[in-house]
């Protein structure tokens, strides 16, 4: 039996970052449509499973391969915005950030140093503000 599955997968593609995607919104679907007893949400997850399994058995590696490429380049797209974000409020708690009035290039300026002076990197433009 178990020779048996490894010759059915034998040149089969396999699983992926996309299919691990897929699949975990298939079970997220899954749940929603049981506990809201949602039509459309069982559908999308079956949908979502066959979609899966097409993805591992295909012998079209390529194919595949591509899709998950693309996949992954706007993953880290969307996973690198909201890094970004993260970094950027837990940056508040000990820096101001501040634009330059004239060229809006951003500033981060330490707390608690009371009204400074502020001389831009960029455009050499100076402003107050608190700190
Ligand atoms: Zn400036």
Redesign the pocket.
């Known amino acids: 039996m178990k020779q048996k599955i490894q010759q059915f997968m034998l040149g089969r593609y396999g699983a992926d970052q996309l299919g691990q995607f897929l699949l975990i919104i298939a079970i997220i679907c899954m749940v929603i449509s049981m506990v809201f007893h949602s039509r459309v949400c069982n559908l999308l997850s079956v949908l979502l499973l066959i979609l899966c399994y097409y993805r591992m058995l295909s012998k079209n590696h390529s194919r595949r391969y591509a899709e998950n490429m693309q996949y992954l380049k706007y993953s880290g797209k969307v996973i690198g915005f909201f890094k970004a974000k993260k970094r950027y409020f837990l940056q508040l708690k000990d820096y101001h950030i501040y634009k330059?009035?004239?060229?809006?290039?951003k500033i981060r300026i330490p707390r608690g140093k009371g009204r400074i002076s502020i001389s831009?990197?960029?455009?050499?433009?100076e402003f107050i503000k608190k700190s």
């Open positions: 330059c009035p004239s060229c809006k290039q831009c990197p960029k455009c050499h433009t």
